[in-house]
């Protein structure tokens, strides 16, 4: 039996968040034991924990406050694989690694491209040092696209033979699901949906920016929490498009909203792999993203389904593009074969044994 400790930072209604959970929810029990450690058991996604899922919650939302506590119960766990995900929290375990078992490897996932994720810190130049000191003390690093491990590369100097690129699972029979009851906004005109925390990163204000450019029937269902919120709502006044755009915070089922829109927005200044938009073409539903947004360019070579723009000109063109929905029941699924769940999940299994089996990285 595998022991399998995942470190998160909260139940933050995040796609890293989604990831990770999905995961631990899916490894075969037969050869796998997870566990979880949360630095702050808090967030939306608290109730989706699994119950055969241990969670030890440290109670400590800052890192520097759960430190110690960190390293504490790592030591005490012996796990055999430790995956923390999210820069900070790897920076964390690779820098405790010598408090881990003798025969404890690192797998470290990351949600994004390095350079995205260091550079929106309040300290990228010192980031981008720990990174170069500590990153390669992985034994294995899990990414999200080609692109950040291409980064991982040359940045870090990381062997190419200690990454490895796992797409993201998406449990299509769960998702579509969900998306029965469809939900669409009522009037006539384009209906669009966009969702994820409401920071600069996602940028919905680039979004609200464009809506005086589209017809006046054009509505956008913007899904999520976060701390630009309230700026968000004073933009879509300024612009006097308020009355076309519904910010509903965070949903439990965004499918249903998905199901029901022409497209699926993705408007991101960065992105690693965008699992909202995964989702989306999982209940049949096209995304027009960004192509900033990382990850979702390398699903464009997939699928058709994928528009990628490289400005706000052509963004709002894709979007135009796009055909109205005309019946309300769940579209076919749109989403490449190879981010549904079983084989994503057989990878991943793969993946631990593989690493398990290979001597410990010092």
Not at 83 to 107: D, E, F, Q, Y
Request: aromatic share 6%; with cysteine; net charge positive.
């Amino acid at each position: 039996m595998i022991r399998v400790t995942f470190v998160l930072p909260s139940f933050a209604g995040g796609g890293a968040e989604r990831v990770v959970l999905t995961l631990a929810r899916h490894l075969d029990r037969t050869k796998f034991a997870p566990d979880l450690i949360v630095l702050d058991g808090r967030g939306a996604l608290a109730k989706t924990v699994p119950e055969n899922l241990p969670v030890a919650d440290l109670r400590r939302p800052r890192l520097r406050q759960a430190w110690p506590y960190l390293g504490a119960i790592l030591k005490e766990k012996r796990s055999d694989v430790v995956i923390p995900t999210i820069s900070h929290v790897n920076l964390a375990v690779l820098m405790l690694r010598g408090k881990l078992g003798p025969s404890t490897r690192v797998v470290a996932r990351e949600s994004n491209t390095p350079s995205a994720s260091l550079g929106s810190t309040n300290w990228p130049r010192l980031y981008h040092w720990l990174y170069r000191r500590y990153i390669p003390r992985a034994d294995t690093i899990l990414c999200p696209s080609k692109k950040a491990a291409s980064e991982f590369t040359e940045d870090f100097g990381v062997p190419s033979g200690r990454l490895a690129v796992l797409p993201h699972p998406v449990d299509v029979a769960s998702v579509r699901g969900h998306a029965v009851d469809t939900i669409r906004v009522p009037g006539t005109g384009f209906r669009y949906v966009a969702a994820g925390r409401m920071t600069r990163q996602k940028g919905f204000d680039r979004l609200i920016d464009l809506l005086p450019n589209l017809p006046k029937d054009t509505h956008i269902t913007l899904l999520g929490e976060g701390k630009d919120l309230d700026a968000l709502r004073q933009q879509a006044i300024r612009l006097r498009v308020e009355s076309r755009v519904a910010f509903l915070g965070f949903v439990a089922n965004p499918w249903s909203y998905y199901a029901g829109a022409d497209a699926f927005l993705l408007p991101s200044r960065w992105e690693g792999m965008p699992n909202a938009a995964l989702e989306a073409l999982a209940v049949g539903v096209p995304v027009v993203a960004r192509a900033e947004a990382g990850g979702i360019v390398e699903v464009a070579a997939l699928s058709d389904a994928v528009t990628i723009a490289d400005n706000d000109e052509s963004f709002v063109q894709a979007i135009r593009r796009m055909v109205p929905l005309s019946d309300i029941r769940t579209r076919p699924s749109l989403l490449p074969d190879q981010f549904a769940l079983d084989s994503v999940m057989a990878e991943f299994e793969a993946l631990l044994t593989r690493v398990v089996a290979e001597p410990v990285l010092r």
